[in-house]
C-alpha cells in the first residue's frame, strides 16, 4: 500500500478565497473520510463517502463546504468564501468497508492538507 | 451525545518509567475503539484496536491497551517509555458500527531522556 495520500500539504489564502483539497485513498479502500483538527483538539469528523456516494455529513458542516467522490476514487474537499474559522488542518482517511464486515473497519490517515486564512 | 474523554492533557515522564494514558467513552451501544499516534511531524498512526474477544490488546512498539466495558474505558499502558515515545496519542471511538470515528482531545506525552 503506497498510504494515503493528500494535496497540497500546505495552503495559505485570503479570507474570501475558495480552496480545493484532494484526496487519494489506499488503493480498493471503498470509504474514505474527511476530518478536520484544529490545535490541541483531536480530529473532528467532517464527512465521508462509500464509492461514489456520501453518506453523512456533519451538522458541522456549513454549506460552504462541499465534498465530492465522482468515480469512487479520489475526492476532494472544497471550502467556498473562506473564513479565518476554517484555518486548520484538514485530515482525509479511508478504510476498506466489507458487506457485513463493518465492525472490522480500520481508518487509515493521510499526512493532512494544513490550512491557513488570513 | 457520543464523546470521548481523554483524563490527561499533557503527560510528561523519564525513560524507564510506566505509561498509562486514560480513554472514556460515552455509553452508545456497541463500540469499536481504537488508539491512534501522531509523533511530531508525521501523521495519524494506528498504535493499536479493539473489535471483540480478549479485552487486552496489543500493539506495535510494546503498547498495550485494556476494554473495560463496565467502565466504559480503553487505558492504553506500555511498562517502560523511551525517549522515542514522545507524541500526542489520540483515543477513537466507533459506534454501532457507524462510519465516524469519534477522537478524545489527546494526550501529549513528553519522555525525557
Known amino acids: 500500500d503506497t498510504g494515503v495520500s493528500q494535496d497540497p500539504r500546505h495552503k495559505i489564502t485570503k479570507r474570501g478565497q475558495n480552496v480545493t483539497f484532494r484526496c487519494d485513498p489506499i488503493?480498493?479502500?471503498?470509504?474514505l473520510y474527511w476530518y478536520r483538527q484544529t490545535l490541541g483538539q483531536g480530529p473532528e469528523f467532517l464527512t465521508y463517502?462509500?464509492?461514489?456516494?456520501?453518506?453523512?455529513k456533519s451538522r458541522l458542516l456549513s454549506d460552504r463546504f462541499s465534498a465530492e467522490r465522482p468515480k469512487g476514487s479520489f475526492s476532494t474537499l472544497e471550502i467556498q468564501r473562506t473564513e479565518q474559522g476554517d484555518s486548520a488542518m484538514y485530515l482525509c482517511?479511508?478504510?476498506?468497508?466489507?458487506?457485513?464486515?463493518?465492525?472490522?473497519?480500520?481508518?487509515?490517515f493521510g499526512p493532512g492538507t494544513r490550512l491557513l486564512v488570513l | 451525545a457520543q464523546s470521548v474523554s481523554q483524563h490527561n492533557h499533557h503527560v510528561i515522564l523519564s525513560e524507564a518509567a510506566s505509561l498509562e494514558l486514560g480513554c472514556n467513552y460515552s455509553?452508545?451501544?456497541?463500540?469499536?475503539l481504537f488508539w491512534y499516534v501522531q509523533y511530531p511531524g508525521q501523521h495519524l498512526q494506528l498504535l493499536l484496536k479493539?473489535?471483540?474477544?480478549?479485552?487486552l490488546v496489543k500493539g506495535i512498539k510494546g503498547f498495550e491497551a485494556e476494554f473495560i466495558k463496565s467502565k466504559f474505558s480503553f487505558n492504553l499502558r506500555k511498562p517502560s517509555v523511551q525517549w522515542s515515545d514522545t507524541a500526542e496519542y489520540f483515543c477513537?471511538?466507533?459506534?454501532?458500527?457507524?462510519?465516524?470515528?469519534?477522537f478524545g482531545q489527546g494526550t501529549e506525552l513528553s519522555v525525557k531522556p
Open positions: 479493539y473489535f471483540s474477544g480478549d479485552p
Open positions: 477513537a471511538v466507533l459506534y454501532n458500527q457507524g462510519g465516524k470515528l469519534i
Open positions: 482517511a479511508s478504510s476498506r468497508n466489507l458487506l457485513g464486515g463493518g465492525r472490522k473497519e480500520t481508518q487509515y
Open positions: 463517502f462509500q464509492n461514489e456516494a456520501q453518506l453523512e
Open positions: 488503493s480498493e479502500h471503498n470509504r
Open positions: 455509553y452508545g451501544g456497541t463500540v469499536n
